[in-house]
């Protein structure tokens, strides 16, 4: 079966690595798919006139119900959609928007919520086509790059001394835009580094929203003790985690953070903001740790660096969570299954 893909692609963002992933899935099934970028396309025409090219394609599957889910509605193949996360706790808010949405789900064969909390948000906002949501968690695989040198990616994200090897560094990883909130921690963060020199937080990730791209490199610079790296390839950036004191998440919003997973399957601790998308996989002092304000966050972090137990309590819980919940086989057999459906 010759399927379309739509997803939005920027360069090492958690969508584009779920977008490949499953279409790796797709394809050892043996189907051939075609992943395509939604910013591309202008409207739905664009994409039903692709769609009936020589030869013609199949079926489609879009991630995100507006961005990707839209530029289906005029294709006469049976499509799927994966809620991206901005979709169902954002979008959905704009009147206008859920609209399309909800003519989006209805003519969907299928839609695949990453947890119970996003089906039950969607379940609420769109016409109920409860049947045909589908949970399915998104599966994670780590990979550490064995070349990497751990004082050099200080060195090059602007941290130096002599004592970087006594340092502990606060990994915020995340796509540059408003969304992802990088700047929510940073004053709290510089009076924390004030008292104790050896934290610091580096904050890394691909610059999606180039206006605010510029508006944390201007006010990074001027935070003490916060650094804005380079981004990196997956490998080097899941080394870099594993070096780290703590993963930290400060999204306003989330569908389900591939970097928390990530972390946690890395053996690394989770610092996570308090909110929907991040309590569907942070249990608090379980497998991970919880915050709801920056204060709260500086005092979660200086119990993490002070208390042995709490530390090794959540990674360990953490890496089972993942292992257990996040099986990258029961993903591929799942969407393999869906994809049946669009026969």
Request: charged letters at 25%; hydrophobic letters at 40%.
């Amino acid at each position: 079966m010759k399927l379309l893909f739509l997803a939005c692609l920027s360069p090492k963002t958690g969508n584009c690595t779920t977008a490949e992933r499953i279409r790796a899935h797709i394809e050892s099934a043996g189907h051939t798919c075609e992943l395509r970028d939604a910013a591309d396309f202008k409207s739905s025409a664009e994409v039903a006139s692709l769609i009936e090219q020589k030869p013609p394609f199949e079926g489609a599957i879009a991630i995100h119900l507006f961005k990707g889910g839209r530029l289906l509605l005029d294709t006469q193949v049976p499509f799927g959609v994966v809620f991206g996360g901005t979709d169902i706790n954002e979008d959905v808010k704009v009147e206008q928007k859920r609209a399309v949405m909800e003519q989006v789900l209805l003519k969907a064969r299928f839609a695949v919520a990453f947890t119970d909390k996003l089906k039950a948000e969607a379940e609420v906002f769109l016409l109920s086509q409860s049947s045909k949501i589908y949970v399915q968690p998104q599966g994670i695989k780590t990979e550490a790059a064995q070349s990497f040198c751990w004082s050099e990616f200080l060195r090059r994200s602007g941290v130096s001394g002599e004592d970087v090897e006594d340092l502990h560094v606060f990994l915020l990883v995340c796509g540059l835009r408003r969304v992802k909130d990088p700047l929510y921690l940073l004053e709290a963060f510089s009076e924390w580094h004030t008292e104790n020199p050896l934290v610091v937080l580096i904050i890394i990730g691909p610059k999606i929203d180039p206006v605010f791209t510029e508006e944390v490199e201007a006010i990074s610079k001027r935070s003490a003790g916060v650094y804005l790296a380079q981004e990196r390839s997956q490998e080097e950036l899941h080394a870099a985690m594993r070096r780290s004191a703590a993963l930290v998440n400060s999204s306003v919003s989330e569908g389900m953070s591939a970097a928390i997973l990530e972390a946690m399957d890395l053996e690394v601790p989770v610092v996570a903001r308090d909110i929907p998308g991040n309590t569907a996989v942070v249990q608090h002092e379980v497998t991970g740790l919880l915050y709801s304000s920056p204060q709260e966050f500086v005092r979660v972090s200086q119990r993490l660096l002070v208390d042995g137990e709490l530390r090794e309590r959540v990674v360990a819980n953490g890496k089972r969570y993942v292992e257990e919940h996040h099986s990258l086989d029961h993903e591929r057999e799942a969407y393999q299954r869906l994809v049946d459906t669009l026969h």
